[in-house]
């Protein structure tokens, strides 16, 4: 009975261990930067062209940057390569995780145009943003208190629970941002060509809304007070030698919540526009 019981232990360990040989090593390259000051607000900046970013802000005053290669499907192997029939392939993980520093700005590149890189970044709460994604990738913010100058190409952008003012574009996906407080004294953009807009504001938001869907619709459980009357006068050129002139009137419409305030832009092209007040 014992001599059973030892062998099952035996086979259980061996299996468990089989199983954990087959499995795919995860290398995640790590980088960790404080800024020069830390008594004042510092910027992160990042660009990728394959791959997406997360970022979320702790208590803490350093930048910590993780890298990771997004892996390939290996049922993908034979059907790749044909002169690789039967072989397995050796993943490349490096990421070419760089960092800088300097005058409190953070820059941090990777290899992101040779394969896909995800970058997973914890910043200080109160920290300046300007990221970018091209493909493959979404653009995830947490938490957050600053500017914000985002934008992605093929992915969608989510800002949760930040304070601040932000300028964002989704241009195929769809944008959702959700404010904590936000900066009154800075103008704010919030844009998309193939995306829905889905933002939250405080209760007590004094905005001036400039808004255009071409081929969707607005929502807003805000009362909001129309200034049809103000539409700007646009010049599209100035009058040339041939006499030609023309002028035309802004095509958006602008509305007042709480009397008016910043100046706030939404514009999509065949998305839908969500303006919600925070509960």
């Known amino acids: 009975m014992k001599r059973n019981l030892q062998y099952l232990i035996f086979l259980l360990i061996f299996v468990m261990s089989c199983a954990t040989f087959g499995q795919k090593s995860s290398t995640v390259d790590e980088l960790s930067v404080p800024f020069s000051d830390a008594s004042r607000p510092g910027w992160v900046k990042t660009s990728l062209v394959n791959g997406g970013i997360t970022v979320i802000g702790y208590n803490g005053e350093e930048v910590i940057v993780g890298a990771q290669v997004r892996s390939k499907n290996s049922s993908d192997d034979e059907s790749e390569n044909s ?60 938490n957050v208190e600053g500017e914000f100058e985002i934008n992605n190409v093929n992915g969608s952008v989510t800002l949760k629970d930040i304070s601040g003012a932000v300028v964002a574009h989704a241009l195929n996906k769809d944008l959702l941002v959700n404010f904590k407080k936000i900066e009154p004294k800075k103008s704010m ?46 010049e599209e050129n100035t009058r040339k030698k041939d006499g030609k002139y023309r002028i035309r009137l802004e095509d958006a419409i602008t509305v007042k919540i709480n009397s008016g305030g910043q100046e706030m832009l939404f514009k999509t092209f065949n998305g839908d526009i969500y303006i919600r007040k925070s509960k």
């Open 83 to 142: 002169k690789a029939k039967g072989m397995k392939r050796i993943q490349m993980t490096t990421t070419g995780l760089t960092v800088e520093e300097e005058n409190n700005v953070i820059e941090i590149s990777t290899e992101s145009w040779r394969r896909a890189i995800d970058l997973k970044i914890k910043v200080p709460f109160k920290t300046s943003l300007k990221l970018n994604c091209v493909n493959s990738g979404d653009i995830f913010v947490e």
């Open 189 to 234: 953009s919030f844009s998309s060509l193939n995306g829905d807009l889905d933002i939250t504001f405080p209760k007590n938001l004094k905005a001036v809304l400039k808004l255009k869907s071409d081929n969707g619709d607005i929502y807003s459980d805000f009362d909001m007070s129309s200034q049809e009357t103000n539409r700007k006068i646009v």
